[in-house]
Structures are given as C-alpha cells and as structure tokens.
C-alpha cells in the first residue's frame, strides 16, 4: 500500500492528520498492521473497524480508495465551539419539528419541543478538551457502479 499523508485544518481550527491509500485483495491484510500513531491508544480499535469498513464495500477484486483522518486532541476553546454548533442544530431541529403543533396548542407545541430536543441531545457528541475525532471512508468504483460508505468516532480525552 502506497500511503500519502497530508494534514487538513478544518471548521473551528480543528487540525486532522489525514492518510489516504488503495486497498487491493492481495494487501488487504496489510490493514491490521497499518500505522496510525495520532489514534494513540485507540489504534487497534480504528484498524478493526477500516477492516469492518473494508468488507462492506465488498470490492472484490477492485481497488478500495480509503482515507482516514484523525484530529489533534481538542483545545477547550474548540471543544466548546463543537458543542455550541450542537445547541444550534438542536434548537433548529426541535423548533421545526414543534412549530406545526402550535397551531393547534402551545402547551403540546412545548412539550413536543422538550421531547424533540432530549432525543437530540442523546444522539449529539458531547466534546471535551482533548478529544480525538476520527473520521474513515472508503471509496469503490466500477462493479455495480460507484460505491462510498464512511463513519466516525469520537475518543474521548477520560478513555486511555
């Protein structure tokens, strides 16, 4: 596997180091042995879940275009502006979610807003200073035509 390493800084200066290269059948093993020392301690757990990500794609005998982009741990000032950015697509969403029920009452208009916003809350990230985000995808062209899938996760700075 041909690595090119490149870092990108993103929204609220939040720095990522980010690793692309192509998989192919006869390398895909070489994903358990793959290198990513910006994981830290949660390496082992971002390999398994690139191998997870591999197998999905089910690219056979294409080549799997695969990017994984790991953060700086957060600094305070970016932590809190990550969690603000939540608060605004909470009160967003759960505002347009209610708005057609108060029409009908206010009260139920509010109770349907409260409800919206704890079932946000509960899907939401919560950062901290020095968190790790990691984000991984995987990229297949040709077959049954092109194919993308990623996910992420979030380390957070309490776990070792």
């Not at 000032?77 to 697509?89: E, I």
């Amino acid at each position: 596997m041909n690595l090119e390493r490149t870092q990108y800084i993103g929204h609220y200066g939040v720095t990522f180091s980010v690793i692309r290269f192509t998989v192919r059948p006869d390398n895909k093993q070489a994903l358990a042995s793959l290198c990513l020392l910006d994981a830290k301690a949660s390496a082992p757990e971002v390999r398994l879940r690139l191998q997870s990500l591999y197998e999905r794609m089910l690219a056979q005998d294409l080549p799997c275009l695969m990017t994984v982009a790991i953060s700086k741990p957060l600094t305070r000032k970016q932590a809190d502006s990550l969690n603000n950015r939540n608060n605004v697509v909470k009160k967003a969403i759960s505002g347009a979610v209610a708005a057609p029920i108060g029409i009908i009452s206010s009260k139920a208009e509010s109770l349907i807003e409260n409800f919206t916003r704890d079932l946000i809350s509960r899907q939401l990230r919560n950062f901290q200073r020095a968190d790790i985000i990691i984000g991984l995808e995987a990229r297949v062209s040709g077959g049954i035509g092109p194919q993308r899938s990623s996910l992420s996760m979030h380390v957070y700075s309490d776990e070792p």
